[in-house]
């Protein structure tokens, strides 16, 4: 933190610099190829840029160098071990370095800390002195360049624009880190587990036993079960969300006056903004009981984690999902075709139904699909009101489990990281990223596609 | 066109008039259909927020017991040192039940005592500590002071625990209802206003738990992901609005950004667990970490919303800038970019709200840990405030629930705030043109 500190410090104290050069120069030789302060910004950022670069990656890999240095000093019969024991040592090397190490650390830890801090000490000081000497290299260089050809606003420019570039990669950056990461895993996930299981498997227990001679060590991961979980909890969340929205967005498009439109809709948006965390609280401790309570009255038996409670809660925060866009696109709907149909006779109503909707329907489509990722991909509600057993039934009434609960129960709590329940739990992200992908891709496609059919 | 298909004026006239009653009956379900969905989601709206006030409003007060602590020097520190070291690790617990023994001097017996004592939360000690150590003078004086009640008294004063019809409940047996019903009596037991609950951090206990460690950590995590997502939002809208030349590369990127913005957040944390805790080893359960996951989450909202603040800018301004000699940043930073502000403000405002109501990434990346202390920094282990209200969700004693609610009040009261200032914001600096 200091050291970013002084590399900034450096920065402008060179760009200062810089400005008391090109002043001078413009008194003896005439006017800069550009305004002064491009050069102050100039030799700054040379100053700035490089030696963050060298920080970064120092930083990145100072763990890994100095736990180098630590095994290559240990005893030899030490560093003949396995890795877990020196993986292990170095654990314990480290919770004594931070102090929640209560009991005094063995002789060979006591040596391995010692040894430890020494690399840490060489690292810091190595690091601080690279860094600060590349900057003041660079600014050097940046200084010695100023002068009154040089077109400093350019260089600049260009600079920024590089940073922009670099920004703007950074959401395909994005992308790309989910598919590595999730693809990797789930590579690793199918080795130990045939594709096929997974796909087509009727089973979904991934409880792996503790000690590989217990009975059923290996679980069963087939997600058929969690993807019939989920398509029961989406469909009755899009039972809900579909003619409730379809209906609100007609209403406020065609038949609302400007006032109560704009004062329904965004009213209607609260539904989208509040945390889903609040509408899983709301599912499991008020709707749950009240179905399951209603349920007894008339004598059906409804499981206390029902899909029905997570599906209607969920289809009621979709609501604006379908109201919103589909508002949108009925609104662009042209007014010469309702016009047309009035002349012919046709009542307000009629116009909506047979003229307004089918025009709209790629749109109205492509918003019903973006809602309907959003309910595959939804976690709070579903984690707080469904179950967790996977049961493979279309009985609303039941309790079912889905992709994004089991992400999150197979993730929470600490196990290792490459047992087969945790890369499962990747496996489950990977058909979730591909199913939501899929389904955004072709609802965007259908709206973009539609919008330039009027535009 | 035979003669006998075609209808005369009348005819046509009165086969109209005889459907118009029905059409026009079927106009008016339709519009009432549309009305019920409206009026449908905000009844759901009003139920939703008066089932969350109802049941947590009553967690903003809490019961509490007066008793007179005697801060004893000959308990507190037996060996007659008075320093702050000695004081902080002394055993408070005594001068608790002392003082309860002292309220009710008939009780003698063991298994008595261990009853009494259960009515004060356990974590009355810790109160003790912090009064005196804010206060050392007090040392060897008494005073009265309030201190909370175990939750199930609190519980059963706010009557969430119903006696039963001979006055009992298997909640207490019959000696601590009878003391619970004398402090009522001397004026010692009474609800007040829960200042633990926005002082506290989380506590297994409920009547200790407090929101105040999440919203800290929640605090950190949303400073990060300002940090972050602003500027880099920014910087990519102005390149892809004004820079990018049209051609296959942006397109695909512009496609790729409004993917990303649809896909589920908890993917999101997948990515974090994958990329941040296990390659480049960050701290777990961080608000560092967290704040990152989240802006990467909240970057394509930003860079949208960005991108329709520089679209709303007219041509003319660039053109104006660019005729009289300014190069095309300079017609971007010093024109184009202080007019789009405000609307990449609301933006902004509006997709950190959204950083702050989510869940499930957060639960990806560790930080479901069970926290008590406050964090006070980027890299120290929290919990944010959505994350706490699942955990006490998941809760089973009866007195979570009403934190829960109120916890949830909370934090939507701070989305309601940052959505009304985006929404005032744009009224007062949003320019037509």
């Known amino acids: 933190m200091i050291l970013v500190l002084l590399i900034i410090l450096i920065s402008v104290a060179a760009g200062f610099m810089a400005l008391r050069k090109i002043s001078g120069l413009r008194a003896r030789q005439g006017k800069p190829h550009s305004p002064e302060r491009y050069y102050a910004y100039y030799v700054g950022l040379m100053a700035l840029t490089p030696a963050l670069i060298v920080l970064t990656l120092w930083n990145g890999f100072e763990q890994s160098w100095i736990e180098e240095q630590v095994i290559r000093q240990l005893p030899f019969d030490l560093q003949s071990q396995s890795s877990n024991r020196i993986d292990l040592l170095l654990n314990d090397v480290r919770n004594t370095l931070s102090g929640h190490f209560n009991s005094t650390p063995s002789a060979p830890t006591q040596a391995a800390v010692d040894h430890y801090q020494t690399a840490q000490h060489q690292s810091q000081s190595a690091k601080t002195l690279t860094v600060i000497l590349t900057a003041l290299l660079v600014a050097g260089i940046g200084y010695g360049q100023v002068n009154i050809q040089l077109r400093a606003r350019n260089r600049v420019e260009n600079w920024v624009k590089v940073f922009m570039i ?14 590595l990461s999730v693809v990797f895993e789930s590579i690793r996930f199918f080795q130990k587990v045939p594709l096929t299981d997974f796909l087509f498997g009727l089973n979904w227990s991934p409880q792996t036993a503790m000690r590989t001679d217990q009975v059923g060590a290996s679980g069963a991961f087939g997600m058929i079960p969690l993807l019939a979980g989920t398509l029961l909890i989406s469909s009755i969340a899009m039972a809900v969300a579909v003619p409730i929205g379809l209906l609100a967005a007609i209403y406020l498009s065609e038949f609302s006056g400007a006032k109560v439109r704009a004062a329904a809709k965004p009213a209607l948006e609260i539904l989208a903004g509040i945390p889903t965390v609040v509408y899983g609280f709301f599912a499991a401790l008020t709707v749950a009981p009240a179905l399951r309570g209603f349920g007894a009255d008339i004598g059906l038996d409804v499981a206390s984690e029902s899909a029905l409670s997570a599906g209607l809660v969920m289809g009621i925060m979709i609501i604006p999902f379908v109201s919103s866009l589909s508002d949108d696109v009925m609104n662009a709907v042209p007014q010469s075709l309702r016009d047309a149909a009035y002349a012919l006779g046709a009542t307000q109503a009629e116009t909506v139904r047979h003229i307004v909707v089918p025009a709209a329907l790629p749109g109205i489509v492509g918003s019903i699909l973006l809602a309907v990722s959003r309910a595959i991909g939804e976690t709070m509600i579903v984690v707080m009101a469904a179950g967790l057993a996977a049961k493979l039934t279309f009985n609303p009434l039941d309790a079912v489990t889905t992709v994004t609960v089991q992400i999150v129960t197979l993730l929470v709590g600490d196990q290792a990281f490459d047992s087969p329940k945790t890369l499962a739990a990747f496996a489950l992200g990977m058909v979730l990223f591909l199913m939501t992908l899929a389904l955004n891709a072709w609802a965007l496609s259908i709206v973009r596609k539609y919008r330039e059919r009027y535009e | 066109m035979s003669e006998k298909n075609l209808l005369t004026h009348q005819q046509t006239f009165a086969k109209v008039n005889a459907s118009l009653a029905r059409r026009r009956a079927a106009e008016r379900r339709f519009i009432w259909l549309g009305r019920l969905a409206i009026i449908a989601s905000l009844g759901f709206l009003l139920l939703l927020f008066g089932n969350i006030g109802s049941q947590g409003i009553s967690a903003f007060r809490q019961t509490f017991i007066a008793l007179n602590i005697h801060f004893d020097p000959t308990l507190l520190s037996p060996e007659g040192q008075h320093d702050l070291e000695t004081l902080g690790k002394a055993n408070y617990n005594k001068l608790v039940k002392q003082a309860l023994l002292a309220t009710f001097p008939d009780v003698t017996q063991r298994h008595e005592k261990k ?12 109160q003790l500590r912090e009064t005196l150590l804010d ?6 004086q008494r005073q009265t002071l309030w201190l909370a009640a175990d ?18 409940s298997p909640h207490f047996n019959p000696k601590q209802l009878n003391w619970l019903q004398q402090l009522q009596a001397r004026q010692l037991l009474e609800k007040r206003f829960n200042g633990l609950f926005f002082s506290n951090g989380d506590s297994r206990e409920p009547e200790l738990a407090g929101i105040l460690g999440a919203l800290m950590g929640s605090f950190y995590m949303l400073l990060v992901t300002l940090a972050f997502s602003f500027p880099v939002g920014v910087a990519a809208a102005i390149y892809l609005e004004e820079f990018a030349p049209v051609n296959r590369w942006t397109d695909w990127i512009e496609i790729n950004i409004n993917n990303l913005a649809a896909v589920p957040s908890i993917v999101f944390g997948l990515l974090g667990l994958a990329v941040f805790l296990n390659f480049f080893d960050l701290p777990r359960s961080t608000p560092l970490v967290g704040g990152m996951v989240l802006s990467l989450m909240t970057l394509p909202t930003f860079i949208i919303s960005s991108r329709a603040a520089l679209k709303a800018v007219p ?9 009289v000699g300014a190069s095309k940043l300079q017609a971007i930073f010093h024109h184009v970019l202080p007019l789009a502000l405000p609307g990449m403000l609301t933006g902004t405002i509006i997709g950190m709200a959204r950083a702050l109501g989510d869940t499930a990434p957060l639960l ?11 964090p006070n920094g980027f890299t120290e282990p929290a919990t944010a405030l959505p994350v706490q209200i699942y955990l006490w969700a998941d809760s089973p004693e009866r007195a979570f629930v009403e934190k829960t609610s109120a916890a949830i009040m909370v934090l939507l009261l701070f989305l309601i705030a940052m959505n009304a200032v985006a929404v005032y914001l744009r009224s007062k600096l949003e320019r037509r043109w």
């Open chain 2, 151 to 168: 939750d199930r008294v609190d519980m059963l004063i706010k009557g969430e625990i119903q006696l039963d019809e001979h006055g009992q």
């Open chain 2, 315 to 323: 041509p003319s301004i660039r053109e104006a800038a660019l005729g």
């Open chain 2, 364 to 374: 990806m990346i560790g930080m479901v840990a069970f926290i008590v202390d406050i």
């Open chain 2, 115 to 126: 009853a009494l004592y259960a009515l004060i939360s356990s974590g009355a000690q810790f």
């Open chain 1, 166 to 179: 670099g920004c703007a990669l950074v959401a395909v950056l994005t992308t790309l880190g989910i598919v």
């Open chain 2, 135 to 140: 206060n050392p003078d007090l040392l060897g």
